[in-house]
């Protein structure tokens, strides 16, 4: 109590360095996100950055979207930037795509992407060969969203998957979030691309939490287009999948582990333009390749990606070839 006293009568300066120190700070924990909130957090913060951005689409408005993603965005910006449209998805199209030649950066809402076979032709005749056919000098600012291939109770006509499709039209970016940080950086950088970019969601994963770290959490994050993720890391055999089904790779790849299969899972993110360097490099490690989507099989995104791989060992082999002729020439 003494030594209290005189530490007391002398001020704060004579207060030991080990009583001065500050309480430990721990970093913050990483936050649990949906991806229909983190597709939200993207288009609310666009929608503030840049007073070009506006969302148009059905019941996108006041019914705060079909699967709720746009809540409360209406209220917050109002009819001019946020629109609700009449159910004519080739009209509202046409209208965004000009709206895109003029300097906006519209968003198209489609209920589901099966919807946006009504407005093919803006998409691919317009949307995607106008920047290429002026010369660069008409840039199409763009983006077409919404849910995108198969779904519990929604039927043939509801449950198709785009990504091929869309995949196939040069002059479009396509891609294809799995995780909510996929969903909120694809998305913001989708908005801010100068080239038009169809962003494909699944029905699957909105209700869906994944952990969001420090960095997603801030208004400058932004996943660039065209980049795969490393989702868990493996030696001998590469799955390569996107959207939903990057769970069910996942899964897979934790029962396997058990047999001491050590699986590398790729998310694509991104169907075109395509990260062949990271699954070229994963294959080389593995030596093993499975591909993995939910669209059909002939002329799919897994057919490309291994025709693709067996053109690079072709290659790689004729190369190697050539060389072992060469040494043998010179010995």
């Known amino acids: 109590m003494a030594y209290l006293r005189s530490i007391l009568r002398s001020g704060k300066n004579a207060v030991p360095a080990v009583l001065r120190r500050e309480f430990h700070r721990t970093l913050p924990a990483a936050v649990q996100v949906t991806v229909r ?35 409360g965005l209406w209220k917050k910006y ?9 159910i004519t998805e080739i009209g509202f199209t046409g209208i965004a795509v000009g709206a895109a030649m003029a300097g906006l950066r519209p968003v198209v809402e489609y209920m589901s992407f099966n919807f946006s076979m009504q407005s093919v032709d803006h998409i691919i005749n317009s949307a995607a060969k106008t920047y290429y056919m002026s010369g660069g000098l008409q840039p199409v600012s763009i983006v077409f969203r919404g849910p995108n291939g198969a779904a519990p109770g929604v039927a043939a006509q509801h ?22 940080e996929d969903a909120k ?3 913001k950088s989708a908005i801010r691309d100068d080239n038009p970019v169809v962003f494909l969601e699944n029905e699957i994963m909105y209700s869906v939490p994944f952990e969001m770290s420090e960095e997603s959490q801030s208004k400058d994050f932004l996943i660039p ?101 060469f040494i043998y020439q010179s010995i």
């Open 37 to 71: 909130d983190a597709i939200k957090e993207a288009l609310d913060e666009e929608l503030e950055r840049d007073e070009r951005v506006f969302l148009l689409g059905e019941e996108v408005a006041l019914f705060e979207g079909a699967y709720k993603v746009t809540r």
């Open 185 to 187: 950086g694809l998305l």
């Open 78 to 86: 109002g009819d001019k930037r946020i629109i609700d449209t009449p």
């Open 225 to 325: 287009i065209g980049k795969a993720k490393i989702e868990r890391k493996g030696n001998h055999v590469t799955l390569v999948s996107h959207s939903h089904v990057v769970s069910r790779c996942m899964d897979a790849a934790a029962v396997l582990a058990k047999d001491g299969i050590e699986c590398e899972v790729i998310n694509l993110r991104t169907i075109r333009p395509m990260d062949m360097e990271a699954i070229e490099t994963s294959v080389m490690k593995t030596k093993h390749l499975i591909t993995v989507e939910g669209g059909w099989p002939q002329f799919g995104v897994g057919g490309e990606i291994l025709a693709r791989i067996m053109e690079g060992i072709f290659l790689f082999i004729f190369l190697k070839c050539l060389f072992l002729l």
């Open 159 to 180: 449950a198709q998957c785009f990504a091929a499709w869309y995949g196939h039209v040069p002059g479009l970016k396509v891609v294809s979030p799995w995780s909510a």
